[in-house]
């Protein structure tokens, strides 16, 4: 890690504030497009007549050599909004734009609040997701423990960008009670591992849900799963770390125990040696019982958490993300490995199967435990950055649609058939009742611009690597690749301050000096000509 100082050089303030680094129409240009070919069915508190003007004044503003990643990044921003709701108990982030019976409160679902979180924080008003916080935490009665969800943990990571301590010390109560609710609900017989149905994990149908059912597939099937631990972990540390801010030793150390206990645990216990993975452990196990034989996606996620120890042993899961008989495919990764006998894509029966389908969620999950393991671990030799950027441009690409008149547009919705890129739910979903939508289902257009993954902070904060940090300081640590010679991100509020970043191998592109470049409030802060392990106290 390269630690620099400011350089502190308000010389350059009045040139770089009236050089305009990135067009200012590059956005609108984006927006236009967006909304020229949406058929606008649901409005919420920000409407596409007004996108726009939302999005100037909110977003960080990027331009990067890869269009197609580029797009999407806006598009994404693009749906966010439309998930942004104003309600009496302040703003809230939807999943679904039409009611569905299984929401909740001002129907909300907790599924995906800490993607919502992770995403949301980069916009430069803390409020809509400092509210949607409170809310979860004081107003949403019996949703927030409707799904599993890491609170604590996506609490902490906005407040690293929106830092309030006096806030976040507010929290610190509601989310210990959180988390003592899920310790009671959800562990028994004192045991240190958590079990969950997988449908409550978000995920119905699983593979390994049919094994332990007998081999008869069934949603709702309980089990000790590498997602609700690694979730349970990462609160622990989280609601540790506020505590030590707090100086409420005790706490901290009384959460950071927990946490150590659930790792060495789950590291143990669902760390499948057969398989070089961590899988699913049956609810009821005893000493000698052994994790089921089924490779899924969500075997990544204690690196979501970077839980795992830095082992050689489990560097080998991480080579199934190339293989066609783990979760390589065409158009996304599957959520089960394929060579699975009971891998399957499905137009039949259930349409939110987790039993084969590229889930946009997962691949969330996935992409960021992968910069985690890439950022984080030195026994990571099996992988590289090489890996991880054609994986986010896959994503990328699978945001799209033809329409009525053949034309390609971009598009997000459920689950994604990994082999032809054709959107599962929605596909099934159209003709569902009497050859068109049915209501009981969600209504029309039930998975347009679904929100249950996120998008923008995977390129923020691990492809272009900033990564905020309690300390009033930023590091910036990119996953792009090799023969990338600029990029610029504008308009980060980071703690307070409006942060740029500009990398700009020869000097040629911006004209603002060759390397990387970070200016605080227009204020050159470090200028360096490496992009990597930077951290700058700003």
């Known amino acids: 890690m390269i630690f620099l100082k400011s350089c502190g050089d308000k010389k350059f303030k009045n040139q770089y504030s009236k050089n ?9 240009e984006y927006v236009d497009k967006f909304n020229k070919y949406d058929h606008e069915l649901y409005k919420q508190f920000i409407d596409n007549k007004n996108a726009y003007k939302f999005l100037s004044g909110n977003i960080p503003i990027i331009e990067i050599p890869d269009k197609v990643i580029e797009e999407k990044y806006y598009f994404r921003w693009w749906t966010f909004r439309k998930h942004i709701k104003s309600t009496v108990d302040g703003f ?13 409160k001002h129907n909300t679902i907790n599924c995906p609040a800490a993607h919502h979180i992770y995403e949301g924080r980069w916009l430069r008003n803390p409020k809509y997701i400092s509210e949607y916080i409170d809310f979860w935490l004081k107003n949403s009665e019996d949703g927030i423990r409707q799904y599993s969800f890491w609170i604590a943990d996506a609490t902490l990571a906005f407040n690293k960008i929106h830092r309030n301590d006096s806030l976040l010390f507010t929290q610190l109560g509601p989310l210990i009670s959180n988390y003592n609710e899920w310790e009671k609900i959800r562990k028994d017989n004192n045991k240190s ?10 995920m119905e149908l699983t593979v390994s849900g049919k094994i332990l059912n007998g081999g008869i597939e069934k949603s709702g099937v309980k089990a000790v799963r590498p997602t609700i631990n690694s979730y349970m972990y990462g609160d622990a540390i989280a609601i540790s770390k506020i505590a030590y801010l707090k100086n409420e030793l005790e706490i901290g150390k009384k959460f950071e125990k927990k946490a150590k206990k659930i790792k060495k645990k789950l590291e143990s216990r669902l760390w499948n040696k057969d398989l070089s993975f961590f899988t699913v452990l049956p609810k009821n196990y005893n000493k000698t019982t052994k994790p ?8 990544y996620v204690p690196w ?4 795992p120890d830095d082992k050689l042993e489990y560097t080998i899961a991480w080579e199934k993300l190339k293989d066609t008989l783990g979760f390589s495919a065409p158009y996304g990764l599957t959520v089960t490995e ?10 039949n029966g259930h349409e939110c199967q987790w039993n084969g389908p ?11 435990a992968f910069a985690n393991y890439l950022n984080n671990y030195s026994k990571n030799y099996s992988v590289s950055k090489d890996e991880y950027y054609p994986l986010l441009l896959q994503y990328a690409k699978s945001h799209k649609i033809r329409n009525e008149t053949g034309e390609e547009q971009n598009w997000i919705d459920e689950n994604l058939n990994p082999f032809t890129g054709d959107w599962i739910s929605r596909t099934r979903l159209k003709e569902w009742e009497n050859g068109t939508w049915s209501d009981a289902k969600g209504g029309v257009e039930r998975g347009k611009d679904y929100n249950h993954s996120s998008f923008c902070d995977l390129v923020l904060n691990d492809l272009l690597g900033i990564k905020p940090k309690l300390n009033s300081t930023i590091e910036i640590n990119p996953l792009i690749p090799d023969n990338w010679e600029w990029f610029a991100v504008k308009n980060i509020n980071y703690q307070g301050k409006k942060i740029d970043i500009v990398w700009d191998k020869s000097g040629e592109k911006y004209e603002l000096g060759k390397g990387l470049t970070i200016f605080v409030n227009d204020i050159k802060k470090l200028n360096t000509r490496t992009n990597n392990n930077i951290k700058v106290k700003i």
């Open 304 to 307: 979501y958490f970077n839980l």
């Open 92 to 104: 809230v982030i939807t999943e679904f734009l039409p009611k569905v019976y299984w929401s909740k």
């Open 292 to 299: 089921l034989n089924i490779r899924e996606l969500i075997g």
């Open 20 to 28: 305009e680094i990135i067009n200012k129409n590059l956005l609108k």
């Open 193 to 202: 591992l958590f079990w969950q149905w997988d449908e409550k994990d978000g």
């Open 338 to 347: 394929r060579s699975h006998p009971f891998f399957k894509i499905s137009y």
């Open 358 to 368: 590229s889930w946009p969620f997962a691949t969330t999950q996935t992409l960021k």
